[in-house]
């Protein structure tokens, strides 16, 4: 209602039926599915009698989610061995979604600008690792094939053209064991897996932001040095203060801290970043920053 109203008075970048797309995994899902884009198999889930139909279609093999306020794996359960009817009592929303469970690879992550006259630049992909269900570290660029890294990035820019976005996009993919991409979510802002860009870029994510929606030039992604970004969970607090000088005397090792004044497990809390002469070291170097934080202190 607070977009709808902005939008009434001036025009706002991006648009808030962008946002309003992103925040719903429904609306979402079958947008990708409506205009040709890759994307898991998925049901719409309102009631016990839609679960059934659902899992009679897709299998045991998938997961329920929410289709709205879920991240960092809230409001997501697999099924594959539970009773649906325990199943749908249980639920935390009457709105649902079930998604085919993906045998990936791995997950990449796509940052694309577009600027008001549609002119894009995308960043160099990246690679995501979870630790349960919350990122845990972006490698990039991404191992992956420049046949992989050309068919993400097409992918990308034609969903930021179908929204006639302006601004930043970031799409988060599965590479299926075979080589197939499958879009995954959609975040029309700066976001988690673009952090290392920085320091790892001659133009950081947030810059761009700026710029697009701007209507400034964009800025070059050209990547300065392979980079890896390291989440910092309130978990790390757990024996007091961390020891931010142990990490910091590790070179080529940036600490970002978000001034959020409550440590609480699994809150993201800040990041580190690191740059090496590959993709592999700097990510070797992030988690080992990462673990001096706390050493002195277990």
Known sequence: ETIEWCERQIEVRPAGAIIETAQNR?????????????????RPVRSSAELVSAVEQLGRNAILKTIAFGYDG????????????????????????LERAIDFEKEISVIVARDPNGKM????????VHRNHILDVTIAPAAVSESV???????????ADKLELIGLLAVEMFQEQGGKLLVNEIAPRPHNSGHWSLEGCLTSQFEQQVRAVCGLALGSTELLRPSAMANLLGDIWQ???????AALAIPNVHLHLYGKHEARPRRKMGHLTALASSAEEAAKVVRQARESLCKQKS
Do not use: H, M, Y
């Open 74 to 97: 809230k409001g997501q359960q697999s099924i594959s061995s539970r009773d649906l009817k325990d199943v749908w009592e249980t639920r935390v929303s009457d709105e649902l979604i």
């Open 239 to 245: 024996f007091g203060e961390p020891d931010w000088l």
């Open 26 to 42: 429904l609306r979402e899902k079958n947008f990708f599915s409506e205009n040709g884009f890759p994307v898991p198999t998925f």
């Open 149 to 159: 890294a050309k068919e993400a990035i097409d992918i990308a820019c034609a969903i």
């Open 121 to 128: 630049k995308s960043f160099p992909i990246s690679e995501n």
